[in-house]
């Protein structure tokens, strides 16, 4: 079981801050940010309020767990800039504007596929005592039909009180911590602590396409889903384990491999293009009373070019 756990432990740890090699610009498209959204009171139709979509993307690092990729196009994940994404802004809710984000509350980490028939998850449970726990993470893997997306993001330390009162019965953070957050930060601790099902009912996927075909780049337009309502998740915690030097792990494990109708399409487009695409994802937790907004990104990240065929299988029997 150790040299198992060693050579997953090597493949993520090629993805992850610590090994980071930065590349140049790379130029992609502009497409136009759609959105969906559950508020009754008011429909989003302006998108006056922040600016356009950059049509570069920034600290792009290449994924180097794909590096055996021959094709002479190089694959990469990077972070896209915070403020193209368009959430509720402070008045939301009596004049339905959206404004560009503030920064990511929840920093990226990195990025990562594998090949496999029997996509898992909790993940943290496989992948022990390597890099990926070295610092505080949220993951959210999609569990697709050929393999697994996984997306790595910090958790920065005033969000962990929230998790530890939700996972292991610690005091209630509100009355110790929250004073001094902004509406975000606040809305993210409820996140945190809340019931599997009041987090599906208020976590928000925003998938677009920046660079890919058109029929791909019509379909995925940057339009906010519900992403509970729409497949099951499943949410996995693992607490600090100091005397390994583990730090906390939070998945959310998104069964996108069980989608059917319009969401199974979506996906198989999406695997017959993803060598031409870079597709941004980003999440949000929405904001749906005025003491929530404005909404802020939870965090996002972009890849680029996936080559499933040549990307590497997960270990651990699930190949």
């Not at 790379?26 to 009171?41: C, M, R």
């Not at 008011?42 to 922040?50: A, I, L, N, V």
């Not at 915070?82 to 984000?101: D, E, H, M, Q």
Request: glycine share 6%.
């Amino acid at each position: 079981m150790q040299n198992t756990e060693s050579k997953v432990g090597k493949t993520l740890q090629l993805t992850l801050d610590d090994s980071f090699e930065m590349t140049e610009s790379h130029k992609t498209s502009s497409t136009p940010l759609f959105d969906e959204d559950t508020s009754t009171t008011t429909t989003d139709e302006s998108f006056s309020d922040g600016p356009a979509l950059s049509t570069t993307s920034t600290d792009q690092i290449k994924m180097e767990t794909f590096s055996r990729v021959t094709t002479g196009k190089e694959q990469y994940w990077s972070a896209p800039d915070a403020n193209t994404f368009k959430v509720r802004g402070r008045k939301y809710l009596t004049n339905g504007k959206k404004i560009g984000s503030e920064p990511f509350l929840f920093p990226a980490r990195g990025v990562d596929f594998f090949r496999t028939k029997q996509a898992p998850q909790d993940i943290a449970s496989h992948v022990l005592a390597t890099c990926v726990r070295k610092t505080p993470t949220f993951l959210i893997n999609f569990r697709l039909p050929f393999g697994v997306l996984m997306f790595y993001f910090e958790i920065p330390a005033k969000f962990l009180p929230s998790l530890q009162c939700r996972y292991e019965g610690r005091n209630d953070p509100e009355t110790t911590n929250w004073a001094d957050m902004s509406p975000s930060e606040r809305t993210i601790c409820k996140f945190l602590m809340a019931s599997d099902a009041e987090r599906n009912e208020n976590l928000k996927l925003i998938p677009r396409v920046i660079e890919g075909p058109w029929v791909v780049r019509k379909t995925l337009a940057g339009k906010p889903v519900i992403i509970g309502k729409k497949v099951p998740i499943q949410y996995f915690y693992h607490p600090a384990e100091p005397s390994l030097g583990n730090a906390a792990f939070f998945e959310a494990a998104l069964d996108v491999g069980d989608g059917v109708g319009e969401g199974k399409n979506v996906i198989m487009l999406c695997r017959k293009h993803i060598e031409k695409l870079a597709i941004d994802i980003g999440v949000v937790v929405q904001g749906n009373t005025q003491n929530e907004l404005p909404e802020q990104m939870l965090a996002a990240a972009r890849f680029h070019r996936l080559s499933v065929s040549k990307a590497p299988k997960f270990p651990f029997g699930h190949g």
